[in-house]
């Protein structure tokens, strides 16, 4: 018998399920035929979810920590225990001495009743910006007012399409078939990574732009169509502020600099302006990009440049970076609470390992949900001990990750498969889905919310949990569905909750004076060039990306694959060749303080100053990661990683960091 199902992995594509249970096991996926976006087809990742729910090494009992050891303790002593402590910490200390630290590795809407939970205690210290892409969302913000991507489906009424940074056959991949229908309805189709992807066989041009140049590249673009007079006047005049200054400020930038430092030659930079320059343009852009120092900036020139061309608001143009009407469509405050805080710090979970020990008063209870920050975070060698001198720690998780092997309580959740609930949380696409429950949990795991209600009886607070899970969904939802549409996504799965398919069609922005905003970019500067110019001369060193992995979403996927990935680190072969390493030969990688062991391979077409790794499949390598924040939405800066890299000699095996027991 087909359920309903949705995956509820952070990812672009925001998948429906259909789910075979048979003699009360769940024993097949697919994706849901009806879906208008994802259409039927699910990618490895989501089928690897039926891997996670059956693993034999899932957890299914509370675990306490004991000495070194970890021992099964009843659900009913573990909850005392922790309620405990997290009435005494309270007493002592205030509210924001409970340190609430998660993630999106489930985006089921009722994954909020945590936050309910400590705003009805009085407050939290919260973890806040996402490693992925609070800066590109800051840009997006101060430029058009929020982020907004126009329906795939009107992609084939684009001239040219630039995939800038997003690498949507590994991170997006239903969005192929709407790029090949394009393609075939005769839009250009341009490539801009320092990555290769086994989409540039069907791009039109492909440009290898150096790691980090992509802001000055935007910017010689732009320089290109106002030299041309190839802009749209109506919409720097009518609907933009800050024009004059930003074309005074690009106009004047050394074009021979922005390409150098942009790593892009002149002829590839001329088929590049002439895509530019025949609107409407639809840029796609990903996010790694946005993970430096400037990354917020190298947004804003890109949204800068699409809007010279007139191409936002225009069917098949826009500047599509994440599709944030959807979380802002939802009413999450009246789930979450903010208003009952007495008291409220943040730390990012870019910079917590720096920020944590500044904390006054420090925190004294750790609650970590639907994350691995030890596997996930900037400097996460540092982030280990910080973590491992709070009095208290509490993780919920499925597995026992890098994070829980340092807890004192270990609580085994439920899956999407053994809950109901509502998932909001595509980056791409206007629909919610809906995730039966399907079959109970096994031995004697459970969902979040239960645990969040038992805590909550114990400490005083049951009477914010009276409602049932429906009333908290209507709560977040009922201003925007109606019945119709409720009775639509319990029997289909999904529904529309963004009806705009054109973003900005109207060219009024969110912005406080309803304008797009052009900023002034900093590679206008020469000063700023500079700063971005690769190091000259000692022993080589190389920019480490550590990307999306192919095979996993972050992490998650390496505690069930039938076949972990294995840790590598992909090079130019040019580059292998100059540092006379051979593919497969085992290497170091060492910013000086920490240091990585990892397999040598060949990526050919990759920018020879890059080092990739897959993040989160990668042990280790956020300890070569930097902690500091990029110059908007308080993002991460994890690409401003220069790394050097030698052969492993036999002596050196055990100063590298490598996987710690995972259970
Ligand atoms: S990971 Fe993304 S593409 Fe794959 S099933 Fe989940 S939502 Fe769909």
Same mark, same amino acid.
């Given at each position: &018998?087909?359920?309903?199902?949705?995956?509820?992995?952070?990812?672009?594509? $925001?998948?429906?399920?259909?789910?075979?249970?048979?003699?009360?096991?769940?024993?097949?996926?697919?994706?849901?035929?009806?879906?208008?976006?994802?259409?039927?087809?699910?990618?490895?990742?989501?089928?690897?979810?039926?891997?996670?729910?059956?693993?034999?090494?899932?957890?299914?009992?509370?675990?306490?920590?004991?000495?070194?050891?970890?021992?099964?303790?009843?659900?009913?002593?573990?909850?005392?225990? +922790?309620?405990?402590?997290?009435?005494?910490?309270?007493?002592?200390?205030?509210?924001?001495?409970?340190?609430?630290?998660?993630?999106?590795?489930?985006?089921? %809407?009722?994954?909020?009743?945590?936050?309910?939970?400590?705003?009805?205690?009085?407050? &939290?210290? /919260?973890?806040?910006?996402?490693?992925?892409?609070?800066?590109?969302?800051?840009?997006?913000?101060?430029?058009?007012?929020?982020?907004?991507?126009?329906?795939?489906?009107?992609?084939?009424?684009?001239?040219? +399409?630039?995939?800038? $940074? *997003?690498?949507?056959?590994?991170?997006?991949?239903?969005?192929?078939?709407?790029?090949?229908? @394009? !393609?075939?309805?005769?839009?250009?189709?341009?490539?801009?990574?320092? &990555?290769?992807?086994?989409?540039?066989?069907?791009?039109?041009?492909?440009?290898?732009?150096?790691?980090?140049?992509?802001?000055?590249?935007?910017?010689?673009?732009?320089? @290109?169509?106002?030299?041309?007079?190839?802009?749209?006047?109506?919409?720097?005049?009518?609907?933009?502020?800050?024009? /004059? @200054?930003?074309?005074?400020?690009?106009?004047?930038?050394?074009?021979?600099?922005?390409?150098?430092?942009?790593?892009?030659?002149?002829?590839?930079?001329?088929?590049?302006?002439?895509?530019?320059?025949?609107?409407?343009?639809?840029?796609?852009?990903?996010?790694?990009?946005? !993970?430096?120092?400037?990354?917020?900036?190298?947004?804003?020139?890109?949204?800068?440049?699409?809007?010279?061309?007139?191409?936002?608001?225009?069917?098949?143009?826009?500047?599509?970076?994440?599709?944030?009407?959807? $979380?802002?469509?939802?009413?999450?405050?009246?789930?979450? !609470?903010?208003?009952?805080? *007495?008291?409220?710090?943040?730390?990012?979970?870019?910079?917590?390992?720096?920020?944590?020990?500044?904390?006054?008063?420090?925190?004294?209870?750790?609650?970590?949900?639907?994350?691995?920050? %030890?596997?996930?975070?900037?400097?996460?060698?540092?982030?280990?001990?910080?973590?491992?001198? +709070?009095?208290?720690?509490?993780?919920?998780?499925?597995? %026992?990750? /890098?994070?829980?092997?340092?807890?004192?309580?270990?609580?085994?959740?439920?899956?999407?498969?053994?809950?109901?609930?509502?998932?909001?949380?595509? &980056?791409?696409?206007?629909?919610?889905?809906?995730?039966?429950?399907?079959?109970?949990?096994?031995?004697?795991?459970?969902?979040?919310?239960?645990?969040?209600?038992?805590?909550?009886? *114990?400490?005083?607070?049951?009477?914010?949990?009276?409602?049932?899970?429906?009333?908290?969904?209507?709560?977040?939802?009922?201003?925007?569905?109606?019945?119709?549409?409720?009775?639509?996504?319990?029997? !289909?799965?999904?529904?529309?909750?963004?009806? /705009?398919?054109?973003?900005?069609?109207?060219?009024?922005?969110?912005?406080?004076?309803?304008?797009?905003?052009?900023?002034?970019?900093?590679?206008?500067?020469?000063? =700023?060039?500079?700063?971005?110019?690769?190091?000259?001369?000692?022993?080589?060193?190389?920019?480490?990306?550590?990307?999306?992995?192919?095979?996993?979403?972050?992490?998650?996927?390496?505690?069930?694959?039938?076949?972990?990935?294995?840790?590598?680190?992909?090079?130019?072969?040019?580059?292998?060749?100059?540092?006379?390493?051979?593919?497969?030969?085992?290497?170091?990688?060492?910013?000086?303080?920490?240091?990585?062991?990892?397999?040598? =391979?060949?990526?050919?077409?990759?920018?020879?100053?890059?080092?990739?790794?897959?993040?989160?499949?990668?042990?280790?390598?956020?300890?070569?990661?930097?902690?500091?924040?990029?110059?908007?939405?308080?993002?991460?800066?994890?690409?401003?990683?220069?790394? *050097?890299?030698?052969?492993?000699?036999?002596?050196?095996?055990?100063?590298?960091?490598?996987?710690?027991?995972?259970?």
């Amino acid at each position: &018998m087909e359920r309903l199902s949705a995956c509820p992995l952070n990812c672009f594509d $925001g998948c429906s399920l259909l789910a075979t249970v048979a003699g009360g096991r769940l024993v097949d996926l697919r994706g849901n035929p009806d879906h208008p976006i994802t259409r039927g087809q699910i990618c490895g990742r989501g089928r690897g979810l039926l891997l996670r729910h059956r693993h034999p090494k899932r957890l299914t009992r509370p675990l306490k920590r004991v000495g070194d050891r970890f021992v099964p303790v009843p659900w009913e002593t573990a909850l005392d225990e +922790i309620a405990e402590r997290i009435r005494a910490a309270i007493d002592r200390f205030g509210p924001t001495a409970i340190l609430y630290s998660y993630d999106y590795a489930s985006g089921g %809407l009722l994954t909020l009743l945590e936050e309910r939970l400590w705003n009805r205690l009085g407050g &939290m210290t /919260e973890t806040v910006s996402t490693l992925c892409w609070s800066a590109g969302l800051e840009a997006q913000r101060l430029d058009l007012g929020g982020a907004r991507t126009s329906d795939p489906a009107l992609l084939p009424l684009a001239k040219g +399409i630039v995939l800038w $940074g *997003r690498n949507a056959a590994t991170t997006n991949v239903h969005l192929l078939p709407f790029l090949r229908q @394009a !393609r075939a309805q005769g839009s250009r189709l341009v490539h801009i990574n320092p &990555m290769p992807s086994p989409l540039d066989r069907e791009a039109d041009l492909v440009v290898r732009v150096r790691p980090g140049g992509d802001g000055p590249l935007a910017v010689a673009a732009a320089q @290109a169509l106002l030299e041309r007079g190839a802009f749209d006047r109506t919409f720097v005049t009518h609907h933009a502020a800050g024009f /004059e @200054a930003y074309r005074a400020a690009v106009l004047a930038a050394d074009r021979a600099a922005l390409l150098r430092a942009a790593d892009v030659d002149e002829e590839t930079f001329a088929r590049l302006v002439d895509v530019f320059a025949t609107p409407p343009v639809r840029a796609i852009l990903g996010y790694g990009f946005q !993970r430096y120092r400037l990354g917020g900036a190298t947004v804003r020139a890109i949204d800068a440049l699409i809007a010279l061309t007139g191409s936002v608001g225009r069917p098949g143009g826009g500047v599509d970076y994440a599709h944030t009407a959807l $979380g802002e469509s939802i009413a999450a405050h009246r789930i979450t !609470r903010p208003d009952w805080r *007495r008291a409220y710090r943040t730390v990012t979970r870019a910079g917590q390992a720096d920020e944590i020990p500044r904390l006054d008063p420090p925190p004294a209870i750790l609650y970590v949900a639907r994350a691995n920050p %030890l596997a996930q975070a900037p400097q996460a060698d540092r982030l280990r001990d910080v973590y491992r001198s +709070i009095p208290t720690k509490i993780v919920v998780d499925f597995f %026992l990750t /890098e994070t829980a092997a340092v807890a004192d309580y270990v609580l085994p959740a439920a899956d999407n498969f053994e809950q109901a609930d509502i998932y909001v949380s595509s &980056m791409w696409h206007g629909y919610i889905q809906y995730g039966e429950a399907l079959v109970p949990p096994p031995g004697e795991a459970k969902p979040e919310r239960w645990i969040v209600r038992e805590l909550a009886r *114990r400490l005083g607070a049951a009477d914010a949990f009276r409602e049932s899970d429906e009333a908290f969904w209507r709560l977040a939802l009922d201003d925007r569905m109606t019945e119709a549409d409720w009775q639509a996504l319990f029997t !289909r799965g999904f529904v529309r909750l963004v009806p /705009e398919r054109i973003a900005w069609e109207k060219r009024t922005f969110a912005t406080p004076d309803g304008r797009f905003h052009f900023a002034v970019p900093p590679w206008a500067e020469r000063t =700023a060039l500079a700063a971005e110019a690769p190091e000259a001369g000692g022993p080589r060193r190389y920019r480490l990306l550590s990307v999306h992995p192919r095979r996993s979403l972050h992490g998650q996927h390496r505690f069930f694959a039938a076949r972990p990935p294995a840790p590598v680190a992909y090079l130019a072969p040019e580059a292998l060749a100059r540092e006379g390493i051979a593919p497969g030969a085992r290497v170091v990688l060492t910013d000086g303080r920490a240091r990585v062991e990892v397999a040598a =391979a060949a990526l050919p077409g990759l920018h020879p100053e890059a080092i990739v790794v897959e993040e989160g499949v990668t042990p280790g390598i956020n300890a070569l990661t930097p902690s500091g924040l990029a110059d908007l939405g308080r993002g991460s800066t994890q690409y401003e990683a220069f790394v *050097r890299i030698a052969p492993l000699r036999p002596d050196e095996r055990d100063k590298t960091i490598r996987e710690e027991a995972l259970g």
